[in-house]
């Protein structure tokens, strides 16, 4: 026969002195007897799902590396352009209509003689036309130039070694590209598929990587005597300057430098992103919890209870993953600027506090939501919940 036994039911408070039983680790004890505290409840959720934890983390790590690197290398790209512009010593870019503030997408399909034209305004003090290339394996941005009258635009070509071109088939490289490619003064190069000997390496900051002879560039693309766009010096009134050039060809565009840079701008596509990543990420791990919400219900926590544990879990995963990603993101950028110190990676404060707001509110967007809803269910519908 079964003996009956009896049964007390007692009523649990949450708050009350309890014996909780936790995950063996080397930083929890096995029980815990004392009142309880939310903290320590945090590190045990946490002790008892290391994998789940370790793959948060990592998750947010990647938002805010995507963030730092895919911003940085935009802002520093352009920032570094932008300075390489404006070391050419113009006031004007003269450019067709309809053309891209990226110079790489440029057509050759201004007359030449316009610089003649430009030239002979009183207020403009120095004009150079240019044919802006793009050599198709490596990418990289060519000026075909007037040598004399490019090189008159500012303090002239800095030399670290050799001497300015003198033949169709001599280029000039700046210290930058030489310095990552190897090349030295005498070595032969191959620029839009033809073979050009470097006559001299000059300090960055002119615009381009490589320089040709602007006769060399025109036939090698078949633009006899068209070029890209014309940079122009001002005598110092810039906007006077600018309205007599548009009364050559009210088609053309003219830029002021100031107004070049300000449009360089980087898009806000990673942010958005990287923020839907972790939403997602700390959506499901709640969603995942809805069997343990609904045993914390059945032993006596309120809603507010269960949110603040949830939110408060976020919260540390998140800042644990966001120190990770910047930590990362880092040693990243120092690899590699000595890997390739051509390429500018831009890394501000505000880029780096604004990855970790970004984490932290995607995280608890993506926590809060499942959250409430899950700590509204009957405990015995959670419990069921699969």
Known sequence: MLKHREISVVRFDPFDSVVIPLQDGPF?????????????????????????????????????????????????VIAEWGKRVEGVGADLLVQPPNSSIFFAFSSAV??????????KIPSVDEVSPTLILSDPKTLIIIYSIDYKRFNALSQGFIFRDGRAFAAPDEAIADDIVAQTRHIKVGDTVTLLNHPFKISGIVAHGKGARFFIPLRSGQDIVGADKRVSMFFVRSKGDTEATRAEILSLNPQNRIRSMSEYVTLMNSSNLPEVVSFLVVLMNMHTMVLERTREIGILKALGFSRLDIVKMLLGETAVLTLVGS???????FIVQAVLKQTNPGLSILLSAGWVLGSMGLALIGAAAGATIPALRASGFDPVEALAYE
């Open 28 to 76: 929890m004890a096995e029980t815990y007897e004392g009142p309880f505290s939310l903290l320590r409840m945090f590190w045990g959720n946490m002790a008892a799902r290391p994998l789940r934890c370790a793959l948060s983390i990592l998750a947010i790590a990647i938002q805010v590396v995507l963030i730092l690197m895919i911003v940085g290398l935009t802002s520093g």
């Open 110 to 119: 201004m007359p030449e003689s316009l610089g003649d034209q430009i030239a």
């Open 323 to 329: 120190l990770c990603g910047i930590a990362i993101t």
